[in-house]
């Protein structure tokens, strides 16, 4: 019986990198968490014990550091495109490198009705989430980079029913023709091509995808939270030629309507019980379906649970 080496890779896992841009007197922020991992020829490693073909994980958090003083952090998108090319440079025994970079939002604290110079305040709203993997060098260069945001809650108060679902002699679930909708919302989308372009402005295309997702999803009437995703992802491809598919993952954040009538009252739609625990999943994919292949691009993003 023979043993082989399975597939493999390396790394460094967050690296809290905040990166202070003070060119004026109105300071900027930028607040990420970054990981880095190399996948290659990393065979004597596990085998012999030869470390002769590995970057060490305290150089790529060194790398990840000085990267945002050097290249600099425009958007996660940009920063992690140019970690990973660099780390092919630097560890010609790696075949691939694969950048995750998480992005904390800050807002300006308002004095006196304006943000202030260079205080702020931790923005409790999403994650934004970027991974980029780059495999090869040179003519044979190929970069897939997915952008994204976690965690990102939202609730319609009204517009929204389920109802004409299967029963049995277990289901105790009432139909409901009105009820809030609630989610704390993943999202990950995959750019067209393995080509990225310098001058491409990731910040916009980020905001206009957001912006379009929860547009959608403030205006549709919700039968059940699957239809939903799939307009909302029907929308942003819509309006995107270059994204070439969009992945949700969506916990049903239920709210049951609270019992007031032992009080004497009653409960119109007023008040309910916000439920943390079970919840439903409802996770789906929209794609185009003349896109390109996928490649690597979702190889090490978090698949459906």
């Not at 075949?95 to 305040?121: K, N």
């Not at 090869?136 to 897939?144: N, S, T």
């Not at 372009?197 to 980020?206: I, K, L, M, P």
Request: net charge negative.
């Amino acid at each position: 019986m023979g043993i082989v080496l399975g597939d493999n890779q390396y790394g460094k896992s967050e690296n809290r990198v905040v990166r202070i841009y003070r060119d004026t007197d109105r300071h900027e922020i930028r607040d990420l968490n970054v990981s880095t991992w190399l996948r290659g020829d990393f065979a004597d490693a596990h085998i012999t014990g030869d470390q002769a073909k590995i970057l060490p994980t305290d150089t790529q958090k060194n790398t990840a550091f000085a990267y945002a003083k050097e290249h600099g952090v425009s958007s996660p998108e940009d920063y992690a495109i140019a970690l990973g090319r660099h780390f092919l440079e630097a560890a010609p025994p790696a075949s691939g490198a694969l950048v995750r970079a998480d992005e904390y939002a800050w807002d300006r604290i308002d004095v006196d009705g304006r943000g202030h110079d260079h205080s702020f305040i931790r923005r409790g709203t999403e994650t934004r989430t970027t991974w980029v993997t780059v495999e090869g060098r040179g003519a044979d260069e190929q970069v897939w980079v997915v952008s994204g945001f976690s965690d990102l809650v939202v609730l319609k108060s009204t517009g929204s029913e389920f109802k004409g679902y299967l029963k049995d002699r277990y289901t105790t679930l009432q139909e409901a023709d009105d009820r809030i909708l609630a989610t704390s919302l993943t999202a990950s989308w995959r750019h067209e091509g393995t080509s990225p372009q310098a001058n491409t402005d990731w910040e916009a295309s980020y905001e206009r995808v957001k912006r379009m997702l929860l547009a959608t999803f403030a205006t549709t009437y919700s039968r059940a939270l699957q239809e939903t995703l799939y307009a909302m992802g029907q929308a942003v491809l819509e309006s995107e030629p270059g994204i070439a598919e969009i992945r949700f993952s969506a916990p049903n954040k239920h709210h049951f309507l609270v019992d007031l009538e032992p009080f004497g009252l009653k409960n119109g739609g007023e008040v309910f019980i916000a439920a943390d625990r079970p919840y439903g999943l409802i996770q789906a994919s929209v794609s185009r379906d003349d896109s390109s292949e996928p490649g690597l691009a979702w190889q090490a993003v978090p698949a459906f649970a």
